[in-house]
């Protein structure tokens, strides 16, 4: 990530530490190309390799606790005010900055809900436990989950601008499989095709590669993370896709569905031109739902009672996630209070996060309808 970028977010940070009453937000990480804690690429901006502290500061100070061998690599970040190198250990740099900084809160990156959020390893856990425990520090230990959320979902402009390049690049995916997509294709040369556009760009998918896209074609074929098969798509029949790339650290995230005109059709069946008005009515409601203020899971179930006046069954996952460097980008769900969301669904809607909103369902005979837009919510909206 462009150095500018990672003071852009470290600058944020200092401010959601100041909302928040936060004195500081402590990174413990281990070798990070192995167990990479999610918000060191958008701090730090660099990988590591021995056990590093990164203290963020309310005050604005900013200490990185590095072994000898990452120093320089942190420093050509020009991102880090003061960058300490170790060889035999970290322990006695680290309590001499927490001795200058003497926070009354240390925000650890640990998370019970929020994998985002949720970086340390248990046996960091006990080695910081171990070395502050001693100290008058250990006790004013909590969860960095608000700073990291906060950090992770408030996108800033270039980050914008970059998931906005990532999605006009999948909707000229899009655009080219609309041109060379024919009955008979089966599923595996439909990623195959999606694949080859995504290599001759020079980029990666989303996620997995084995299983992005996510093909769904007809009614006899798996429906979620299940990857392409060799499921021929025959005419009378839907094409549903889940695809994203990642462009410049930033991904996509849509999901497209195609009709098989039949033999002598001119126009898709009523049942599934029902079943696209349906989905992508819900998906504008949800649209216009979204805004600042409002909790996810609000946002969630005026789609849920619009699926219950249409008298169809509810779908079995949350309506949308937020997006950015990762796919699934953490932080407010926009899903059901569900066991499985833990407290994600209770966050609240602020500006600048960007949300997928995606919605699906069955349509008999014919397969899987689904859509699946990306939206960056607004003071307004």
């Given at each position: ?9 470290l ?25 990479g ?6 701090v ?20 990185a ?15 880090w ?20 900084l ?21 046996g960091?856990?006990?080695?910081l ?19 990291a959320?906060?950090v992770?979902?408030?996108?800033s402009?270039?980050?914008?601008r ?22 008979g ?7 195959g095709?999606?694949h ?14 084995n ?5 769904t ?9 299940a990857?392409?098969?060799?499921v ?17 650290e ?41 805004k600042?203020g ?14 219950a ?15 950015g460097?990762s796919?699934?980008d ?14 994600q ?6 500006e ?8 699906g ?21």
């Amino acid at each position: 990530m462009a150095a500018n970028l990672v003071r852009e977010k470290l600058a944020q940070a200092t401010n959601i530490l100041d909302e928040l009453g936060v004195d500081l937000w402590l990174i413990v990480a281990r070798e990070s190309d192995v167990l990479g804690d999610p918000s060191l690429p958008l701090v730090v901006g660099t990988s590591v390799t021995w056990d590093s502290f990164f203290l963020i500061s309310r005050r604005g100070e900013h200490v990185a606790i590095v072994g000898t061998g990452d120093v320089e690599n942190i420093k050509q970040t020009v991102a880090w005010d003061e960058v300490i190198g170790y060889v035999q250990g970290p322990s006695t740099a680290l309590l001499a900055a927490l001795e200058r900084l003497d926070p009354q809160h240390i925000a650890l990156n640990y998370s019970t809900d929020n994998n985002m959020a949720d970086g340390l390893t248990y046996g960091m856990y006990l080695r910081l436990q171990a070395m502050l425990e001693p100290t008058r520090f250990w006790e004013r230990v909590i969860s960095g989950e608000p700073i990291a959320s906060r950090v992770r979902s408030r996108k800033s402009g270039e980050e914008i601008r970059r998931i906005r390049a990532s999605i006009a690049t999948t909707n000229e995916i899009w655009e080219q499989l609309a041109e060379w997509i024919r009955p008979g294709a089966t599923e595996r040369e439909i990623a195959g095709f999606m694949h080859e556009q995504v290599n001759r760009r020079g980029l990666e998918t989303a996620w997995d590669w084995n299983y992005c896209p996510g093909v769904t074609a007809g009614p006899n074929s798996p429906i979620g993370h299940a990857g392409p098969a060799d499921v021929t798509l025959q005419r009378s029949q839907l094409l549903s896709l889940d695809f994203g790339v990642r462009q410049d650290e930033y991904c996509s995230d849509m999901q497209r569905t195609f009709y098989m005109l039949g033999d002598g059709e001119t126009a898709a069946p009523e049942p599934v031109e029902r079943g696209f008005r349906i989905i992508s009515g819900i998906i504008r409601s949800a649209a216009e739902a979204l805004k600042p203020g409002i909790a996810g899971w609000e946002v969630d179930q005026v789609c849920r009672e619009a699926f219950a006046r249409e008298g169809i069954d509810e779908w079995g996952f949350a309506l949308g996630h937020q997006m950015g460097r990762s796919v699934h980008d953490g932080g407010t769900l926009l899903g059901p209070r569900w066991e499985r969301y833990g407290q994600q669904a209770y966050g609240i809607v602020e500006e600048h996060e960007v949300y997928t909103l995606e919605i699906g369902m069955t349509v008999p005979g014919f397969g899987w309808l689904a859509l699946e837009d990306d939206v960056v919510v607004t003071a307004i909206g």
